[in-house]
């Protein structure tokens, strides 16, 4: 499905080490338990893990994301939310989701929630929600780009408004 939503993917490149391990072991598994074609079987085993832990751990961010693409931000936001919250529950699997999402993503899920709420206030033109989401999210996260850019852009607008008038 086409979109005209922008959606960013940075990729954390030494996270597909451990995952490229992963399958190798299943690989193994499968060459071990003496199956006919064991690459086969060990790459298949691997693509469904993946499927199957992508559409149950980070199932609402997924749907949220959904609702993005196809720019229903209000009902995108309660998603997201839920997706944090998760997240900021069970800590461990945002910070390992190499192996337990198979994610290679560079942002956590919790942080791609935050900055995906302030966008989603933002095109809702609500500005102000969307820089306390950012400024949150910069919190949290101070390195993050995506904050940074989007805190710069509604920062940038207010000032342009105020030398109009």
């Known amino acids: 499905m086409a979109s005209n939503v922008p959606v960013t993917r940075q990729i954390a490149w030494v996270s597909l ?18 199956f006919e074609d064991p690459l086969l079987f060990g790459t298949w085993s691997y693509l469904i893990m993946f499927l199957i832990l992508r559409k149950l751990v980070a199932k609402d961010h997924r749907q949220g994301m959904k609702l993005v693409k196809q720019e229903k931000f209000i009902e995108a ?27 290679a993503s560079k942002m956590t899920y919790k942080e791609m929630g935050l900055c995906n709420i302030a966008f ?21 996260f101070p390195k993050n780009g995506l904050a940074k850019a989007g ?7 207010g000032q342009t408004r105020q030398t109009e008038t």
Do not use: H
């Open 17 to 34: 080490i451990p995952q490229l391990f992963a399958m190798g072991l299943i690989i193994f598994i499968f060459y071990m338990l003496k």
């Open 77 to 103: 936001i309660p998603l997201f939310e839920k997706s944090i919250a998760y997240f900021t529950k069970n800590s461990w699997v945002d910070k390992y989701r190499y192996l337990t999402i198979l994610s």
């Open 120 to 140: 989603c206030y933002s095109q809702t033109n609500n500005g102000q929600k969307a820089k306390e989401y950012y400024e949150l999210t910069l919190t949290e």
């Open 151 to 157: 805190l710069n852009m509604i920062n940038s607008i």
